[in-house]
């Protein structure tokens, strides 16, 4: 500890810098920070107390452009590169750099020194880009993309990988890397599931503040290629081989597109549509230009390839009981373009029989989003079926559906274990979307009755006609803000034959299922939620660091 004359100099020191800060209006943040780095580096050669350590913290000023040499030392939920650094080892580097005369793009070489592998210090958060993505061990060369450290942490862009992290390995994909798509194909899946698990074990500790978790081992996904039924690909202006590109974004760039030819996560089929549908468009670049996102001109925008299995298990779509595979394709345009597109419609039809669907789907806002209100049927249907679990589903292009077809009928069986339901049980289903949750659940346990209920009306109406579709007469279904109602509040009918509704009363739960969105439940939600009376609640999330916030509130 220091002496407490060296805290007391520190107090002054950090006063004396305020006062002339807010007495003399002229001054600049640059001179301000010259005052305390002054200060400090004096108070550093001779002592190393924590006051100081926090002014040399403060007192940091790393340019914007900087390059930075250093070890990625954990990865956090998101995939941010986390890296802790002493701060007085970066101010000593610095302060090295400097008087060699280093420029921006001679790199800041942090040693072994540097980092603090127990907590504390300096953050510095590494984001991807094109140059790789960050993994745990590697090490990296990355750019300062923040102004200054007086928060707390740093961000940088990684440039360049200079080491690999311990047991890479080589990616499947020919596009990773300047892709945006995947971060972690050359880390080994068993790695990819262990440091999942740990980051969800570090946000109940951190958030939620539970740090003796029991977590369950993942149910890992049977195969890793091929497993996602939905991708949405975006055009750009410029050309490759006289075609517009036609790809996915690379990362954190919202105006360059990566052309894609082999996708290695969706169905081998759909990478011969894609490219059938960017050969067809590269015929047409006059009668159809594609939209330039920075002058808000053109009319091609994304390509939407959705696929399905249908095994008819309800008899409403007709045909045999085999599975089909089903693929819906929709062109996302600025404006209408029935007959521009009918063309390539029928091409598709053609050369694809398991396309059963082409849909022009029109976004004339600014907005870089592969939906609209106005959706024209070019081909077929405006649907897809997919089976799961005995249930036929209609899927049309905005429905939000589980995106790996693979997993999702284990995470909804998982479920309905969770929930240890005998006959006679009524659940509740908050958030329930088009009712993939609810139906499967009524379907398998014809003994209980569920409530589901969602704010958006469209995928209520789209869960009632699949409730119908199915025969299925256990499960009901309304539209309510549920931050702000209870379920039991909520009007619930059942419809006869002839349509007449009839308003049926919602008994206290025996187990809630809570499906929220991204950013969790709202606080108005929990409260409700606690004196539901339920026995269980089972809550499954998208995104573990709100669930922790989330279950700290409810335990």
């Known amino acids: ?42 108070l550093l050669t001779r002592s190393s107390a924590p006051r100081s350590l926090w002014l040399a913290r403060r007192a940091l000023h790393l340019k914007r452009g900087q390059l930075v040499e ?80 007086a928060k707390g942490h740093l961000d940088l862009r990684l440039r360049n990988v200079v080491k690999e992290h311990p047991g890479a390995v080589e990616s499947p994909c020919r596009h990773f890397g300047p892709c945006g798509g995947c971060t972690a194909l050359n880390v080994s899946y068993d790695e990819q ?13 951190r958030i939620g503040g539970i740090s003796d978790l029991p977590v369950l081992d993942i149910l890992p996904c049977e195969t890793t290629t091929a497993y996602r039924n939905k991708m949405e690909f975006s055009f750009a202006p410029k050309l490759y081989e006289g075609k517009p590109v036609l ?77 089909r ?3 819906m394709v929709s062109m996302v345009t600025s404006q209408r373009l029935a007959s521009l597109l009918t063309p390539l419609a029928q091409l598709l039809a053609e050369r694809f029989p398991s396309v059963v669907s082409v849909m022009n789907v029109v976004n004339a806002s600014k907005s870089a989003v592969a939906h609209g209100p106005q959706q024209v049927t070019l081909h077929g249907r405006p649907f897809l079926v997919h089976t799961m679990l005995g249930v036929d589903f209609q899927i049309s292009h905005s429905s939000f559906f589980q995106t790996n077809a693979m997993q999702a009928p284990r995470l909804l069986s998982r479920v309905g274990e969770l929930c240890e339901l005998s006959d006679g049980d009524v659940v509740y289903d908050m958030f329930c979307g088009t ?28 869960a009632q006609l699949n409730a119908d579709n199915n025969e299925i007469s256990n499960a009901f279904f309304a539209r309510g803000d549920l931050h ?65 916030r989330d279950v700290k509130l409810l335990l």
């Open 1 to 42: 500890a220091a002496p407490p004359e060296r805290g007391a100099l520190c107090t002054r020191l950090a006063a004396s810098a305020a006062h002339k800060f807010y007495h003399r209006p002229c001054i600049s943040n640059r001179h301000m920070m010259g005052y305390l780095r002054e200060g400090v580096q004096r």
């Open 70 to 149: 250093y070890e990625i030392t954990d990865v956090a939920f998101g995939g941010e590169g986390v890296t802790r650094v002493d701060a007085a080892v970066l101010e000593r580097v610095m302060s090295e750099h400097a008087s060699s005369g280093g420029s921006k793009d001679d790199p800041l070489v942090l040693g072994d020194d540097a980092f603090l592998r127990d907590g504390g210090g300096l953050v510095m958060l590494t984001k991807r880009s094109a140059g790789g993505s960050p993994q745990t061990g590697a090490v990296v060369q990355s750019r300062v993309i923040s102004g200054n450290s």
């Open 193 to 205: 599931l262990a440091r999942k698990q740990q980051q969800v074990c570090d946000l109940f500790a």
């Open 435 to 462: 009712g993939s949750i609810a139906l499967c659940l009524s379907r398998q346990h014809p003994g209980i009755t569920v409530f589901g209920a969602d704010l958006e009306a469209s995928a209520i109406a789209d």
């Open 484 to 548: 702000s109602l209870a379920v039991h509040e909520l009007p619930f009918a059942s419809v006869d034959a002839q349509g007449n509704e009839t308003m049926v009363d919602v008994p206290p739960p025996s187990c809630v299922i809570v499906d929220p969105p991204r950013p969790g439940l709202h606080p108005r939600a929990i409260e409700p939620l606690l004196h539901a009376g339920a026995r269980r609640i089972v809550y499954i999330s998208c995104n573990p660091s709100t669930q922790a």
């Open 247 to 323: 790809g996915l974004h690379m990362p954190g760039r919202f105006d360059r597109i990566l052309r894609i030819s082999d996708c290695q996560i969706q169905d081998p089929e759909a990478n011969e549509i894609l490219q059938a549908v960017s050969n067809f468009v590269g015929e047409y670049t006059e009668e159809l230009p594609v939209y330039n996102s920075r002058k808000h001109r053109g009319l091609l925008r994304h390509v939407v390839i959705r696929t399905a299995e249908n095994r008819n298990a309800s008899g409403a779509y007709g045909g045999s009981a085999e599975p």
């Open 325 to 327: 595979k089903e693929i």
